[in-house]
């Protein structure tokens, strides 16, 4: 996302960027009222709505909306429909570290699966009740305490992974050695694991 467009992630629900969009303040409107729903053979159409696009101030925060509400119709932040079908695929892989930030200093915004998952590792990791979680990501406090489970399985697994390949003499990757200490034989405690996600 562009800082200048928008410095900060639009919270839920808010519509307040419409009123700068340039499809809102242009005349277009009266001229064609579809303009941004053209037919996919229609590029004269396509070609004046990117145009009006390519000069809009909240470009990206349009193509954010499309695709956290799921918006396949229509032009949305200079992009047809067949060109943001592939950013809709991979939408809830997004992993922007600024909107998880947000989240966890108390912003009300929308989250793709894989920054829900880094909210809940980093409230995990600095001792975040499942309370306060349930209530950043908008969940039951059971639901939380089940993303905390989660969580701690992921990381002791991932901890186990790395104590198997250290008994194997495997090299890490950017290792510069060519195999690594044997660790001790205790199992990682939550303050082991870390502080940051």
């Known amino acids: 996302m562009n800082s200048a467009d928008n410095p900060s992630p639009r919270l839920l629900g808010d519509t307040s960027w419409h009123d700068r969009a340039a499809c809102r303040t242009t005349v277009h409107d009266q001229d064609d009222p579809d303009l941004f729903f053209p037919a996919p053979d229609e590029m004269d159409r396509i070609r004046m709505a990117k145009v009006l696009c390519a000069q809009c101030p909240v470009r990206s925060t349009c193509l954010d909306a499309a695709l956290e509400n799921g918006d396949q119709d229509g032009i949305r932040g200079g992009m047809t429909e067949e060109e943001r ?33 880094a909210v809940a590792r980093a409230a995990y990791q600095a001792g975040t009740p499942a309370e306060e979680l349930a209530r950043l990501l908008k969940v039951t406090k059971a639901h939380a305490q089940k993303l905390y489970c989660r969580t701690r399985r992921q990381i002791r697994n991932r901890a186990v992974d790395r104590h198997e390949k250290t008994d ?16 001790s034989a205790k199992a990682p405690s939550h303050d082991d694991l870390g502080k940051a996600a």
């Open 85 to 117: 079908h592939p950013l809709h695929r991979k939408f809830q892989h997004r992993l922007d570290y600024a909107r998880v930030n947000a989240v966890l200093a108390g912003s009300d915004i929308h989250l793709t699966t894989a920054e829900r998952r």
């Open 168 to 183: 194997t003499g495997e090299q890490f990757p950017g290792s510069r050695t060519t195999t690594l200490a044997k660790p």
